[in-house]
């Protein structure tokens, strides 16, 4: 097939501002898009500035925008987009650093704060830490989480307000919250429990839309925000 690309390019310091630059390749219809961006790189533009390393969306370093959907490139495939140009861009909302490598520190600053470990208090147990099947099935879609950062370049909320902690943080509070190994649920409720933390979510519902992983960002947010009002807001009455 007979591939056209858009691509953002944009070098800090050296170009006033991003451009488009195009790029046409032959592409068999099983291709992923990053096999095509590693081949425009390889082939015919050296200087294509973008993140890749494990090439089977379990690393979470190639989310860009793609069609107007961000994506992980090494998961979309040359045939749905037969017969389109396919503009990619950096993820939204990000600094770029250079075409489509975009400034991920202030979000993992973000997933730091919820403290994205286990914390259990009392003697370690002298295997493991056992969980029931069922309580462990509380949490396991939201383990899938690997910090893409799809869902915060989807949100409309985050683009505006660079303050909300975003869908992904809320996830991996969700992820401790609600592990019934955690000892610390009230501190990590009260952690999220301010107007720019769970509370700014406005159910646009498009991290849960651009989400490799299929997990289900928007209702754990809502599961976040009904346990504060359920253990927080009805315990002060
Ligand atoms: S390259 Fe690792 S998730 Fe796509």
Redesign the pocket.
Known sequence: MEMRFKITRFAPGVDEKPYYKEYGLEAEPGERI?DCLNRIKWEQDGTLGF?????????????MRINGRCA????KLVKEYEGEEVVIEPLPSFKVLKDLVVDLDPFFEKVRLMKPYLIADGAPPARERLQAPEESKKVDVAIRC?L?ACCMGSCPVVNENEQFLGPAPLVWAFRFIFDSRDSRSLERLKAVDYPDGAHACANYFECTRSC?KEISVTKYINRIKREIQMTLNEGEK
């Open positions: 990053l993140r890749a390393s494990c090439g089977h969306g379990v690393c979470g370093s190639d989310g992980l490139a090494c998961q690997i893409c490799p």
